[in-house]
């Protein structure tokens, strides 16, 4: 009897195998057209640091609202991130290649955790990382992919700036009030990435001017000139960091203290500790945030300003060295 009850067991977990491995393959073996073709290729992510970052997030967040919250799902979010990012460093452009070498990968990866072991497998978390990555490009869903709303409520087209969207957006913050509660969204990674950039151009000085995005000096923010605020957004980009940091006054806490109520304080040490969990994106929100008070996002009475906002810190600064 106890055979009998061994060989069912084996039977049951062959079934499972195969089928995870079918679904694979049956994603990969469909008819290709030219257009499917375009849809399954990676070309068009080309940040890769930040398109793995963001495909782990996701896969920590799915695990836990469709299971709950444990340890294992940021080590499975951080080997999918750590396997993407490989993957297009390796010159893995093909969506369904890359498919395998997550999937392959996270069979090397444990999913067992004294404080609870995962109810997924490699190939399921492959199988999401490949609908997600599709989501990612903007490309048309299939119904196979399940309830997706949870990513895309986020996970909008790139709109590029335009003169509308900044009137439009330079017309919502222009209250106090209303920039500090877009102020407490970033922080807590809910807003729109795209309105950031037009954001970050605004204190830089561009400006519409009918249907164009212009520079103008005499608002640009102190001591910066024509700058690209995607390399601001981009954690990666280290040099573009230092450059922020330059602008911030030595003793920290003076702007630790006006972001710290902004978020809470345990979510801004968090934030801010990679021993803790920190990703290289919670890093440079939290260096934009200081950049911004610094700037007077937060506390100039007017928004876009009318002229060039001279920080106290650096302004001393300046003078400082003029007395030398």
């Known amino acids: 009897m106890m055979l ?42 080309s940040t890769y640091s930040e398109d793995a970052q963001w495909l782990g997030t996701q896969i920590t967040k799915w695990l836990n609202v469709e299971w709950i919250e444990q340890p294992v799902h940021e080590k499975i979010g951080s080997a999918c991130s750590d396997l993407y990012k490989v993957g297009r460093e390796s010159g893995i452009t093909d969506l369904g290649e890359m498919l395998m070498e997550i999937g392959t990968g996270l069979e090397g990866v444990s999913f067992d955790d004294p404080e609870g072991d995962a109810y997924v497998n490699a190939w399921d978390v492959a199988n999401k990382c490949s609908d997600l990555l599709m989501l990612r490009m903007d490309n048309e869903l299939c119904d196979c992919m399940g309830d997706m709303s949870m990513f895309q409520q986020k996970e909008k087209k790139e709109k590029g700036i335009d003169a509308e969207l900044m009137d439009e957006l330079a017309s919502n913050l222009a209250g106090t009030f209303q920039r500090y509660k877009w102020m407490a969204r970033f922080l807590d990674d ?35 000139q024509e700058s690209n605020v995607y390399a601001m ?16 006054p030595e003793d920290e806490e003076s702007t630790d203290i006006a972001i710290e109520p902004v978020v809470g304080i345990e979510m801004y040490k968090q934030m801010r500790d990679p021993e803790r969990g920190a990703s290289e994106w919670d890093l440079r929100r939290v260096l934009l945030a200081k950049w911004l008070y610094v700037h007077g996002f937060m506390t100039q009475e007017t ?19 003029e007395d030398n």
Request: hydrophobic residues 45%.
């Open 233 to 248: 957004l981009d954690s990666q980009d280290k040099a573009m960091g230092a450059r922020m940091e330059r602008d911030l």
């Open 4 to 45: 009998i009850f061994i060989i069912l067991l084996c039977s049951i977990a062959l079934i499972h195998s195969l089928r995870i491995k079918t679904r694979v393959r049956t994603r990969l073996q469909q008819p290709v057209f030219a257009g499917a073709m375009e849809e399954g290729s990676l070309v068009k992510l």
């Open 190 to 224: 809910e807003e729109d990435k795209n309105d950031t950039a037009i954001v970050l151009a605004l204190v830089l000085g561009f400006r519409s001017e009918g249907k164009e995005i212009v520079f103008d000096a005499t608002k640009s923010a102190y001591g910066w």
């Open 303 to 321: 928004f876009p300003a009318e002229t060039t906002f001279i920080p106290t810190n650096l302004a001393e600064e300046d003078e400082e060295d």
